[in-house]
């Protein structure tokens, strides 16, 4: 598993009381391990802290002026910038029937006054962990999300994804009333390629033509690779007008580009239609229908 993401900084602890002394006690504690250490001597501080420097752990007093360790604690849980950060109660031996309502407000822990240095070392190092691992399962998450709706090759999204966006997107433009444009687009024999330069040079030329793609379309835009050589691209908020004019800057940059092989030009076709409250696998159909009208009218071209 990648580590990486943690191994460049040292955890960071916030630390709140607003004694005076019991930072400082907590400071030299904690200095006896690589952390970083940040401090506020009251709740609103503690919040403002936390929301701008996203600890990992936050070592909480109860007994505080102006809104207490609880309070801070409710509220930290309440905003999901802090939501997961552990954190762990400091209280007084006598304040120790109150550590229920901690574990109420949503902390993990607690570690009693006067601090015993083993303890608190322990207790830290203990939520830190658990905190990392929680971090890198997310992450993995993310990858393994990513992965699943990624054509591996282009890194476009994949069939799957663009069918299940365009579903998403008709239902979107119906609803709000605002035009959408699908386009499908096939390199013109794509074969010769693979068969003259080899399967190798073939992927290149995908995963160039891919890059041209992504580069030319605006970021609301979806593109996917559809099937080998076949690309869907959706243009939210488009007509097809519009949706055709950067249709045609893909087809020059493509026609134009230097791939390094005497004489080679590749070129592709593509169809595009606009939605107007049709099935969207209909659209793909329409889009595909003009696909073939381009080829069949020479290639190279843009059928609207
Ligand atoms: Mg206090």
């Known amino acids: 598993m990648d580590?990486?993401?943690?191994?460049?900084?040292?955890?960071?602890?916030?630390?709140?009381?607003?004694?005076?002394?019991?930072?400082?006690?907590?400071?030299?504690?904690?200095?006896?391990?690589?952390?970083r250490i940040a401090a506020a001597n009251n709740g609103e501080k503690a919040i403002i802290i936390a929301n701008?420097?996203?600890?990992?752990?936050?070592?909480?007093?109860?007994?505080?002026?102006?809104?207490?360790?609880?309070?801070?604690?409710?509220?930290?849980?309440?905003?999901?910038?802090?939501?997961?950060?552990?954190?762990?109660?400091?209280?007084?031996?006598?304040e120790l029937a109150d550590i229920v309502r901690g574990f109420e407000a949503g902390a993990v822990d607690y570690v009693t006054k006067p601090f015993n240095s083993v303890e608190l070392l322990v207790r830290t190092k203990t939520h830190l962990e658990l905190k990392m691992s929680r971090d890198m399962l997310k992450i993995r998450n993310e990858q393994l999300e990513r992965l699943a709706i990624t054509d591996s090759m282009t890194g476009l999204y994949n069939h799957r994804y663009i069918i299940d966006s365009l579903s998403i997107r008709t239902a979107e433009a119906k609803r709000y009333k605002q035009s959408l444009s699908v386009a499908m687009l096939d390199i013109d024999y794509f074969?010769?390629?693979?068969?003259?330069?080899?399967?190798?040079?073939?992927?290149?030329?995908?995963?160039?033509?891919?890059?041209?793609?992504?580069?030319?379309?605006?970021?609301?835009?979806?593109?996917?690779?559809?099937?080998?050589?076949?690309?869907?691209?959706?243009?939210?908020?488009?007509?097809?007008?519009?949706?055709?004019?950067?249709?045609?800057?893909?087809r020059r940059s493509i026609e134009k580009e230097n791939w390094g092989k005497e004489s080679l030009i590749v070129t592709i076709s593509g169809g595009v239609c606009e939605f107007e409250g049709q099935d969207y696998l209909k659209l793909i159909m329409t889009a595909d229908e003009l696909l073939y009208k381009a080829k069949e009218n020479g290639r190279n071209r843009i059928e609207i």
Do not use: W
């Open 3 to 35: 580590n990486s993401v943690f191994e460049d900084k040292s955890p960071l602890v916030l630390i709140v009381d607003d004694v005076a002394k019991n930072l400082q006690i907590l400071g030299t504690i904690l200095s006896k391990k690589n952390y």
């Open 52 to 94: 701008s420097s996203l600890p990992d752990l936050i070592l909480l007093d109860i007994m505080m002026p102006g809104i207490n360790g609880y309070e801070t604690c409710t509220r930290l849980k309440k905003n999901p910038r802090t939501r997961d950060i552990p954190i762990i109660f400091l209280t007084a031996k006598n």
């Open 191 to 250: 074969k010769k390629v693979n068969d003259n330069f080899g399967h190798f040079f073939g992927d290149f030329v995908l995963v160039r033509i891919s890059a041209i793609i992504e580069d030319t379309i605006r970021k609301t835009d979806i593109a996917g690779r559809y099937g080998g050589e076949e690309y869907l691209i959706i243009f939210t908020n488009t007509d097809k007008k519009n949706a055709f004019n950067t249709l045609e800057r893909i």
